[in-house]
C-alpha cells in the first residue's frame, strides 16, 4: 500500500473518530470555565495586580485573557467543525439505508437467537391470521414489508419509530452549525491579517486622528465586539476593540450621537436604572434614526447591536480650593478643570501637571470599623494625577464632603504612588462648621515660625505663673520654640528622629511621652490663635477638644507622607454624564440559533423516540409463528411492550 495513501486514510479516520471530537470538547469545556471564571479581556494592570508578573506573563502566553479569541481555540473550533462534519459525511449513509431498510432478510435461525422472541401455534385459517396479524401492526403503528420464502413461509418484517436515528444526524449537524457560527463570530480575519503584518495592536492612547490605519479595522469586518463612551451631545463613528495589552479602532458605517443619558438611584445612592436616547446618522437615510435604549434592550443597525453596557464621567466641570500644605500662608488660591483634561501647579522645577482622570458622584461605602455596617452614600470624590517634571506620577482620590469614622467626620484624601497600592488616606478632621478651615488655620500657624514665641509665652503663662523665675521661664520658652521647629520639619516622625540622636535609649520613652504633652499644649494654643485671628470663638478645655487636638496633630504629621504640597479640595462640580456603548456585529450569532433549534430537535428525537422492529414469521407446514422484537433501547418500557405484544399476538395466531 502507498504510505502516503496509508497516512491520509489514518490521518482522516482519527479526524472522524468519536474519540477524537469527544477530547476536543473535552478542551473547549475546560477553556470555557476558564473563561466563564477568569474576566475575559480585562486591562494587562488589572491581571498584573491580581496574578503577579510571573503567572501574568504565564497566562498571557496560554491566551487566557482572551479564551474565546485565541489561536488555539479558534484551531480546536476549526478541527470539530471538521471532524464532526467527516463523521456526519461518513455515517449519514449509512443511518438512512439504516433508516430505510425493514431488514426483511432475517433468517428464522437469527431470529430464534434473539432475547426477546416466541413461537406460537397456528390453530386458526393461515390466511386469517395473516390479515389479522397485519391489522395489528398497521393499529401498532408499524410499516412493514412481507417478503416470501422459498419454503412457502412468509417473513413480514416491521419497523416503527425509525426516525430515532434523525437524532443522531441532527445532533451531529447542530455541532457543526454551532461550531461555524463560532467561527464566524472569532477575529479570525485580524488573525490573518496580524500574521501577514498588515495588522498591529496600537498601545499608546492616542487620539483617534492619529491611530494608524494598521491599528483600524474597516466597516467590511465580519465581526467584532467593541465599546464607544459618548458623552451627552457629543457623536462617535469608530469602535474601540480591546485586544490583549492595546487596542483597535473599529470603522463604523454611520456615527451615532447621544442626546441625553438618565440615571435613577436608590436612596442609598447606587444605581438602580440607566438609559440612553441615541440618534444614528446615516447618509443612506433621509432622517437620523432616534431610539432610547436601555440594558437588556439594544438598538440595532445594519446588524450591528448597540447595548447599553455601563455610564461613566463625560467630562464634568470641576473647581478647586489649592492648599499648600507646608506654607504659613492660609489662603487658597483657586483651580479650575475638566475630567480628562489638564491643569498645572506651582512654578519652574517644582511644577506639576495636573490629570483629571475620574469624578464620581455618588460613592457607596461601608464605613462601620467591623464591617457589618449599612453601606451608605458618601458624596462625590474626584480622581487625579499629579506628575512631575520627570513624568513620575501619583495618584489621589480626594473626597468632596465630610465622612463619618468612628463617629467623627473628617476630610478624606488618599494617595498611591503605583496601582498596585491601596490609598492611604490623609484624614482631616472638621472644625464646628464641618469646615476644613479650622485644620487649615491651625496648620498656618504650626508652620509659621514668627508666632512660636508667643505660643511658648502663652503656655510659660499658664504653667509657670506670673511670678515664676525668668531664667526657668526663657529656658522653658526657648524649649518650646525648639519642639515647634522640629515638629514643623516632619511632625512626629521628626521629634522621634531627635529623641533617638539625643536622648538614651532607657529615658526615650519617658522623654517621648513628655514631647507629645507638650506638643498637645502648644497645638491648642496655636488652635486659639489661629482662632482669634478669624474672630471665632476659642476652644476650651474637654474631651472633644482632646480628640480634636489629637487628629489635627496627626494630620499634620500625615501631610509630610502625602507626596504632595498641594491638597485639591473640591469646591463645585458642573456634573457631565458620559453613557458606555457596547457595539456588537454577530453574524455568527444566527447560526448559533439554529444550531440550537437543530440541537433541541435533535436530542428530542433520541430522547424520546424509541426504534422498535418485528419480525414475524409465518410458517403454513408447521402450523406455527414466530415472533421476534428488537428496540435500539431495552429498558423497562420495551420489556412491558414485548410482553403486551406477545399476549395478543398469542391470541390473534391460536
Known amino acids: 500500500m502507498n504510505p502516503k495513501l496509508s497516512f491520509t486514510k489514518n490521518f482522516l479516520d482519527l479526524l472522524s473518530s468519536m474519540r477524537f471530537a469527544v477530547s476536543l470538547l473535552s478542551v473547549l469545556g475546560v477553556a470555557s470555565v476558564i473563561g466563564t471564571v477568569l474576566k475575559q479581556n480585562e486591562p494587562y494592570e488589572n491581571y498584573i495586580v491580581k496574578f503577579g508578573q510571573f503567572w501574568f506573563a504565564m497566562f498571557e502566553r496560554m491566551g487566557l485573557y482572551d479564551v474565546y479569541h485565541s ?217 437620523p434614526i432616534a431610539k432610547t435604549i436601555s440594558v437588556n434592550h439594544p438598538l440595532t443597525y445594519k446588524g450591528i447591536a448597540i447595548y447599553q453596557s455601563d455610564f461613566q464621567d463625560g467630562g464634568t466641570g470641576l473647581k478647586f480650593n489649592v492648599w499648600n500644605l507646608f506654607s504659613s500662608n492660609n489662603q487658597p488660591q483657586a483651580l479650575s478643570g475638566n475630567i480628562f483634561g489638564e491643569g498645572a501647579l506651582g512654578e ?60 467623627q467626620f473628617y476630610f478624606l484624601s488618599g494617595m498611591r504612588e503605583t496601582v498596585q497600592e491601596d490609598f492611604r488616606y490623609l484624614r482631616i478632621p472638621v472644625d464646628e462648621g464641618l469646615s476644613i478651615d479650622g485644620f487649615m488655620g491651625f496648620r498656618a500657624i504650626m508652620l509659621d515660625a514668627s508666632k512660636y514665641p508667643e505660643i511658648a509665652k502663652r503656655i510659660a503663662q499658664k504653667s509657670l505663673g506670673v511670678r515664676g523665675d525668668p531664667e526657668i521661664r526663657k529656658q522653658f520658652e526657648l524649649s518650646l520654640v525648639r519642639l515647634l521647629t522640629v515638629f514643623a520639619q516632619g511632625g512626629y516622625s521628626e521629634v522621634a528622629k531627635v529623641i533617638e540622636k539625643n536622648v538614651p535609649e532607657k529615658e526615650r520613652e519617658a522623654s517621648a511621652t513628655t514631647y507629645i504633652k507638650m506638643v498637645n499644649v502648644a497645638a491648642y494654643e496655636a488652635y486659639n490663635m489661629a482662632l482669634e485671628l478669624n474672630n471665632k470663638p476659642l476652644l476650651k478645655n474637654s474631651a472633644e477638644t482632646e480628640r480634636l487636638m489629637r487628629d489635627s496633630l496627626n494630620a499634620f504629621s500625615d501631610m509630610f507622607f502625602y507626596g504632595t504640597p498641594y491638597y485639591l479640595q473640591l469646591n463645585q462640580f458642573e456634573h457631565k454624564e458620559a453613557s458606555g456603548l457596547q457595539l456588537t456585529k454577530s453574524p455568527g450569532q444566527k447560526w448559533v440559533y439554529l444550531g440550537s433549534v437543530i440541537l433541541v430537535l435533535g436530542i428530542f428525537a433520541m430522547m424520546y423516540i424509541r426504534e422498535r422492529r418485528v419480525w414475524l414469521y409465518l410458517k403454513p407446514g408447521a402450523k406455527e409463528v414466530h415472533f421476534a422484537m428488537a428496540s435500539n433501547r431495552k429498558n423497562l418500557e420495551f420489556e412491558q411492550e414485548f410482553n403486551l405484544y406477545r399476549e395478543q399476538l398469542a391470541g390473534i395466531v391460536s
Open 71 to 287: 489561536v488555539w481555540f479558534l484551531v480546536i473550533l476549526l478541527f470539530l467543525v471538521v471532524s464532526t462534519s467527516l463523521c456526519i459525511y461518513r455515517n449519514t449513509p449509512l443511518m438512512l439505508k439504516e433508516w430505510r431498510t425493514f431488514k426483511e432478510h432475517a433468517t428464522e435461525k437469527s431470529l430464534r437467537a434473539f432475547s426477546h422472541q416466541a413461537t406460537f401455534n397456528l390453530t386458526a385459517d393461515y390466511a386469517a391470521v395473516k390479515q389479522n396479524l397485519l391489522q395489528f401492526l398497521d393499529a401498532k403503528g408499524f410499516k412493514y414489508k412481507i417478503r416470501a420464502q422459498e419454503d412457502g413461509s412468509e417473513l413480514i418484517a416491521a419497523k416503527a419509530g425509525t426516525h430515532q436515528r434523525w437524532g443522531y444526524i441532527f445532533t451531529h449537524v447542530a455541532m457543526v452549525v454551532i461550531l461555524f457560527g463560532g467561527l464566524l463570530d472569532g477575529n479570525l480575519p485580524f488573525k490573518v491579517q496580524e500574521m501577514l503584518g498588515y495588522k498591529r495592536i496600537e498601545t499608546k492612547d492616542l487620539p483617534v486622528s492619529k491611530v494608524p490605519e494598521a491599528s483600524k479595522m474597516s466597516v467590511s469586518n465580519p465581526s467584532f465586539r467593541g465599546n464607544m463612551t459618548l458623552a451627552e451631545g457629543s457623536t462617535q463613528n469608530v469602535a474601540f476593540l480591546r485586544v490583549r495589552d492595546g487596542y483597535l479602532v473599529q470603522e463604523l458605517p454611520f456615527a451615532v450621537g447621544l442626546k441625553d443619558f438618565r440615571i435613577e438611584h436608590y436612596a442609598t445612592g447606587q444605581p438602580k436604572s440607566f438609559e440612553s436616547d441615541l440618534v444614528i446618522f446615516d447618509p443612506e437615510l433621509k432622517e
Open 348 to 407: 519652574g522645577d517644582a511644577k506639576l501637571r495636573v490629570e483629571y482622570n475620574d469624578f464620581r458622584k455618588f460613592n457607596i461605602i461601608n464605613m462601620s470599623p467591623d464591617g457589618k455596617g449599612k453601606p451608605h452614600n458618601v458624596g462625590p470624590n474626584v480622581t487625579y494625577k499629579l506628575r512631575d517634571g520627570r513624568g513620575q506620577a501619583t495618584e489621589y482620590v480626594t473626597y468632596m464632603q465630610p465622612v463619618q469614622i468612628d463617629g
